[in-house]
């Protein structure tokens, strides 16, 4: 009886240590503290854009190098970038950014330009997943975790400077940019170009020919198209005249007599 005592004695002293470890673990920033922050992080943006920037030949970006410096002869090079951003970053406030291509750096407010964060996010030629995390910068209660934001950056469609794509633009596989990967075939999507196109090119024809037909070509094919609703409307109207006419005659005949 004792033994079992001090086993339940031993089980509650260690149930009281993992309460007052996890009351430790809880914010030690005050609740106004914590709104603050979780308002901040609210406050955090994420993005990209596209951009023409000019490079050498190793690809490295030259921000000092003007486009129309750029010629045949020269040793630079235009080049479509892709450039991301995290914005409203301040003093009591960290963030920390991953990816799916093996990035993983942390950016404090002194690492930025006035709050702002601003990398190279490479040339387009893969899609790229990015988390960004947002941590308190608080001395109470540094390095909790107040958001967490996921989002992609696309890659140049190989398919869209297909010929048959300039048709289609907005065809699924002739977008320029994609941000989720093709699961089709090659053949499959190559098939499924070449199907989309011939059917665009053919409402387009039969669209210019509407367009060329006469009005008295555009008349022949309404009749065509409503001749029996026609004759129907026809019929009601000649039958509705012609009891007209009946009752006419009959109310004169029946003032004549």
């Known amino acids: 009886m ?25 914010s030690t920033c005050s609740y106004e503290e914590q709104v603050e922050l979780n308002n901040l992080a609210s406050t955090v943006k994420t993005g990209y854009e596209i951009k023409r920037v000019v490079t050498d030949m190793d690809g490295n970006i030259l921000s ?35 990816s799916d291509k093996g990035l993983d750096k942390t950016y404090k407010f002194s690492d930025t330009n006035n709050g702002e964060v601003n990398f190279d996010g490479g040339d387009l030629t893969e899609i790229v997943n990015y988390q960004v995390t947002v941590y308190s910068n608080k001395e ?27 048709a289609i633009p907005n065809y699924e596989y002739c977008q320029q940019y994609i941000t989720t990967p093709f699961l089709a075939t090659e053949y499959e999507i190559q098939s499924s170009i070449d ?3 011939q059917k665009t090119i053919q409402q387009k024809k039969e669209e210019e020919v509407q367009k060329e037909k006469s009005f008295f070509e555009k008349l022949q094919d309404f009749y065509n198209k409503n001749k029996i609703i026609l004759y129907s409307i026809l019929g009601v109207v000649v039958i509705a005249g ?10 004169r005949r029946s003032r004549i007599l």
């Open 140 to 166: 109470h209660c540094s390095d909790e975790l107040y958001r967490t934001i996921d989002f992609v950056t696309p890659m140049k469609n190989p398919y869209s400077s297909f010929t048959d794509c300039e």
């Open 64 to 98: 000092n190098i003007k486009e129309e410096e750029v010629t045949e002869d020269s040793a630079y090079v235009l080049s479509t970038r892709l450039q991301v951003y995290v914005t409203n970053i301040t003093n009591d406030i960290y963030i920390k950014i991953t």
């Open 195 to 197: 199907k989309e196109y």
């Open 2 to 26: 004792k033994m079992l005592k001090k086993v339940i004695l031993s089980c509650f002293t260690l149930l009281f240590c993992f309460t007052i470890q996890n009351v430790k673990a809880a």
């Open 242 to 251: 012609v009891l007209t006419t009946i009752v006419i005659l009959k109310k």
